[in-house]
């Protein structure tokens, strides 16, 4: 998986970044870290979560919870990767606090079993989060970060047993701290869930979770969300918005080519939508 944190990796995004800009595009560069998610066995955590390599069978080892002293360098790697993505030529930088990765695990109170000032309490499990997007608006400014949350959807089986409040009081927080926008994920059994964050973030709220061109329409209409995203519809349609324009057919994606390593199979090979002038 592509990686931002060494000199150069910087220098490797630089033309990609360039590309989109010399389109038109704005790109912000996604930072995570998948906490207790890949095997120690493997190198490529991608792999993994896709199958198994060489078809080996690999048990998932017991997690190691991480030592109160080892928290700060995690804080200062995220630190250090939105400084590299601004360097890099970004726009500014989504923080993925979602789907299971290291900061939803903190927050999820079904996952979180800490019983220092990183558990228990809604505040203590906010605490991760909010320290790292502290350290990254210090260093790139708020008006460049966002957050993608999935805190309604379960995380490897485990939902958090209360997420209502824990969305209202860490939606109140991003919002003191003037980030630029929440990227929120809505499980697709539980439609419409985002109405406890709407009410608490004052900034850009996006929505996804299985929308077509009609229901984005609708939630954005209805003022409940500024703005939808897209995933397998992009990834089945490199023109999604052309597509959109012009009420045209869409491709349909090919699941079992998600999180390959081959560059090209299902992710560029999708054909574009030609419309005559």
């Known amino acids: 998986m592509p990686g931002i944190w060494t000199e150069e990796q910087t220098e490797g995004w630089k033309p990609i970044v360039d590309s989109v800009h010399e389109k038109g595009g704005i790109f912000f560069c996604q930072i995570w870290h998948p906490g207790r998610i890949p095997h120690s066995a493997l190198d490529n955590f991608i792999l993994f979560w896709r199958a198994v390599p060489d078809n080996k069978e690999y048990i998932m080892p017991t997690p190691q919870q991480l030592r109160a002293n080892e928290i700060p360098h995690i804080i200062e790697d995220f630190r250090?990767?939105?400084?590299?993505?601004?360097k890099a030529g970004f726009d500014g930088v989504e923080i993925n606090?979602?789907?299971?990765f290291i900061i939803d695990q903190f927050l999820n109170d079904q996952l979180n079993d800490r019983?220092?000032?990183?558990?228990?309490?809604?505040?203590?499990?906010?605490?991760?989060?909010?320290e790292v997007i502290e350290a990254v608006v210090k260093e790139i400014g708020a008006d460049k970060v966002g957050i993608k949350l999935s805190l309604?959807?379960?995380?490897?089986?485990?939902?958090?047993?209360?997420?209502?409040?824990?969305?209202?009081?860490?939606?109140?927080?991003?919002?003191?701290?003037?980030l630029l926008y929440l990227h929120a994920v809505e499980?697709?059994?539980?439609?419409r869930c985002l109405k406890s964050i709407r009410m608490a973030f004052e900034g850009?709220?996006?929505?996804?979770g299985g929308y077509?061109?009609?229901?984005?329409?609708?939630?954005?209409?209805?003022?409940?969300?500024?703005l939808?995203?897209?995933?397998?519809?992009?990834?089945?349609?490199?023109?999604l918005p052309k597509r959109f324009e012009f009420n045209a057919p869409l491709n349909e994606h090919d699941r079992s080519t998600f999180y390959m390593t081959d560059p090209i199979v299902g992710y560029t090979d999708y054909p574009s939508l030609e419309v005559a002038c």
């Open 80 to 86: 250090i990767a939105a400084r590299n993505a601004i």
């Open 97 to 100: 606090s979602s789907n299971g």
């Open 115 to 130: 019983t220092d000032e990183y558990g228990g309490s809604i505040e203590n499990r906010c605490r991760l989060a909010l």
């Open 152 to 178: 309604f959807s379960q995380v490897h089986g485990k939902k958090d047993s209360n997420p209502e409040p824990l969305a209202t009081y860490l939606a109140n927080e991003l919002t003191k701290l003037g």
């Open 187 to 191: 499980p697709r059994e539980e439609p």
């Open 204 to 208: 850009t709220l996006i929505s996804s």
């Open 212 to 226: 077509n061109k009609t229901d984005g329409d609708e939630a954005i209409a209805e003022n409940y969300a500024d």
């Open 228 to 239: 939808i995203s897209f995933g397998r519809l992009f990834l089945a349609n490199p023109d």
